[in-house]
Nanobody
């Protein structure tokens, strides 16, 4: 059974940075397509970044500010978030699937989420 555990969320001011981590257990992340999503209160879950390990796709709202990366030695996915804005405030989730859903929220495996709050 694949398990995903996110960490690294917190509260920052506008313009600040955070790095989220997603530790993968039960299987190698190289067996899956991986992605980051976020969901703000009252809004639908939104794809932020997705990778097939060769190409990473970003939502327009985060291009140039967020960077997805992978560490094979730690079996961990990261999301470096720079120049954060209040509209980035949301619960952030890591997701995995053997199918490539890109930024669609159809992934099979999900973490529990980590909260990111950006104040103005």
């Amino acid at each position: 059974q694949v398990q995903l555990v996110e960490s690294g969320g917190g509260s920052v001011q506008t313009g600040g940075s955070l790095r989220l981590s997603c530790a993968v257990s039960g299987a190698s992340y190289s067996s899956f397509y991986m992605a980051w999503f976020r969901q703000a209160p009252g809004k639908e879950r939104e794809g932020v970044a997705a990778t097939d390990r060769r190409v990473t796709t970003y939502a327009d709202s985060v291009k140039g500010r967020f960077t997805l990366s992978l560490d094979s030695t730690k079996n961990t996915l990261y999301l470096q978030m720079n120049s954060l804005k209040p509209e980035d405030t949301a619960m952030y989730y890591c997701a995995a699937d053997r199918a490539n859903w890109l930024l669609l929220p159809k992934y099979t495996y999900w973490g529990q989420g980590t909260q990111v709050t950006v104040s103005s």
